[in-house]
């Protein structure tokens, strides 16, 4: 199933992915207040309610716009309908618009039971057969494995490990980041 009028891009087996509203506010924040979710993000620090609420959240919905068919959206249980996380195609810097980047982020109860795989799989046959992307990629801290095998099990493989300075690093930040990807060809 893909877009329509009630904001609902694709529904897979157990997730079904909308637009993110104004609505999601309080969900975002309790996503990004959990230390375990944001543990290879921010080593665990919360982002505040007035970044998501003031900054974050509005740029997302103007991206709806902007990038058609790209963009971040809320996934939710198709059976109890709660808020889960969010699935992510987002438009590279460079305007580039062949290729986009693969993210997600669940709460810590929707772990280990492959939804995060799931979604990803919906989302990127979703890029390739809708909107006709070239490649989709992603990106995680290499000591992220949990996030790894997601990317893998995706049908993503694995592009290089590549290394960036941070003002603040976080623990593992000394192992690099890697990159992985699948494009339409293959």
Same mark, same amino acid.
């Given at each position: ?16 992915? !909308? ?5 999601? /506010? ?18 665990? !620090? ?7 609420? *003031? ?26 309908? *709660? ?10 810097? *460079?305007? *580039? ?36 992307? !070239?490649? /989709? ?12 095998? /997601? ?5 993503? !493989?694995? /592009? ?6 941070? +003002? +603040? ?18």
């Amino acid at each position: 199933m893909t877009g329509n009028d009630d904001g609902v891009l694709l529904e897979s087996r157990r997730l079904r992915l !909308r637009r993110l509203t104004v609505d999601d /506010v309080a969900h975002l924040v309790e996503l990004d207040g959990d230390p375990a979710v944001m543990r290879y993000l921010t080593n665990g !620090r919360p982002t505040p309610v007035e970044v998501v609420r *003031d900054e974050q959240l509005p740029a997302l919905l103007r991206q709806y716009d902007r990038h058609p068919g790209l963009g971040r959206w809320a996934a939710l249980d198709r059976e109890t309908g *709660d808020f889960l996380g969010w699935f992510a195609l987002r438009p590279p810097a *460079d305007g *580039d618009g062949t290729q986009a980047e693969l993210g997600y982020r669940l709460r810590r109860s929707a772990w280990g039971r492959g939804l995060a795989t799931e979604g990803s799989v919906a989302l990127i046959r979703y890029a390739f057969t809708v909107i006709r992307l !070239r490649r /989709v990629w992603a990106e995680t801290m290499a000591v992220n494995l949990a996030s790894r095998r /997601v990317m893998e099990k995706a049908g993503l !493989r694995y /592009v290089r490990t590549f290394h960036l300075t941070f +003002d +603040d690093p976080i623990p593992g930040t000394e192992h690099g980041e890697v990159e992985y990807e699948l494009c339409r060809a293959d």
